[in-house]
């Protein structure tokens, strides 16, 4: 039995989130159902991160089990015949028979895209939040700050939310203008349930005029959801990388030096 590990990327419009589900179509059956298909066994993949219906992938990954002798690095050419045009197989690699997709990862880079215009767009419109107001990108930056370090990030959390540590360490939060688009990139060990979409609608409604400054700040000393702004669209997200110690050969980033090694 040997274990692959795949980087993913896929348009998460046609789907309702990564993970299976039993009354709709998820992007973790379609690779499965393709990797059985091309293995003749029942395959299971499991995934680093559970994004939700609309959310898109740069740089998931994912992990199988396999007796198949095809090697780990053609994988991403066998099952892309497979797999439909929205969904794609980066790159393969054989991983370590203890590796674990989700519990290895020792961080995630997230990019939620603003598009801030009098009028929606036509081409982004599946990958871009519109905002008809304009949007204060320095500002915005200012504010992105003081989400850096390590905080009870439990304001950030969306209701139904079930983990017991809310702890959290950002290492980066950017705020970066191209012409119309606004782009929001963060990079931590780890986020709560809808926790970067949070941020996200927050930086927009201060970037509107809608929100005071300081909101950010405020939210991580009281822990107080109404303190931040409405919950950001989902199709505006896309998870871009996930972080490993492990030697790659696709081409992913190591964690930052801020990242205590397995």
Known sequence: MRRILLTIEYDGTNYAGWQRQSNALAVQQVIEDALSRLTGERVVVHGASRTDAGVHALGQRAHFDTHSRIPGEKFSYAVNTLLPPDIRIRCSQDAPEVFHARFWARGKRYRYMFYDAPHAGALNRL???HSIYPLNDRLMALEARALLGTHDFSA??????????????????????????VSLIVEGNGFLYNMVRIIAGTLRDIGAGKLQSGALAKAIDTGDRLDLGVTA???????????YTLPDTCGIPVPPKEVDPI
Request: net charge negative; aromatic share 8%.
């Open 127 to 129: 990958t871009h939040a």
């Open 156 to 181: 950030f959390a969306a209701s139904g939310s079930v983990v017991k540590d809310t702890s959290r360490t950002i290492w980066r939060a950017d705020v970066i203008r191209t012409d119309n688009d």
């Open 233 to 243: 669209p989902a199709h505006g997200l896309t998870l871009m990388e996930v972080f």
